[in-house]
């Protein structure tokens, strides 16, 4: 069986400076709480937010966030969709 493991949450708000150019994020459902507390506003984000049979939970207030912050949807595959700003 797969082990648990205990981790430490902590927000990007924490570690996020103002000056983030690029941000990828991976988080396994989790990406709309890493942008939504964005204090940058990078130029390109990469957000995971598809898989097999799998679509974001947030991806309404994604999409809305993206818009709302000059983002324009400039690409996808099969996981991931590519957003740069305006």
């Given at each position: 069986?797969?082990?648990?493991?205990?981790?430490?949450?902590?927000?990007?708000?924490?570690?996020?400076?103002?000056?983030?150019d690029?941000?990828?994020?991976?988080?396994?459902?989790?990406?709309?709480?890493?942008?939504?507390?964005?204090?940058?506003?990078?130029?390109?984000?990469?957000?995971?937010?598809?898989?097999?049979?799998?679509?974001?939970?947030?991806?309404?207030?994604?999409?809305?966030?993206?818009?709302?912050?000059?983002?324009?949807?400039?690409?996808h595959?099969?996981?991931?969709?590519?957003?740069?700003r305006?």
């Open positions: 069986s797969d082990p648990w493991y205990e981790v430490l949450g902590r927000s990007i708000a924490e570690f996020d400076n103002g000056q983030v690029v941000l990828l994020s991976d988080t396994e459902g989790c990406e709309w709480f890493c942008i939504k507390n964005l204090i940058s506003r990078p130029k390109v984000i990469v957000l995971e937010l598809f898989g097999q049979s799998y679509r974001n939970p947030h991806l309404p207030e994604i999409l809305a966030w993206m818009e709302q912050n000059g983002y324009t949807a400039a690409g595959d099969q996981t991931d969709a590519l957003f740069i305006d």
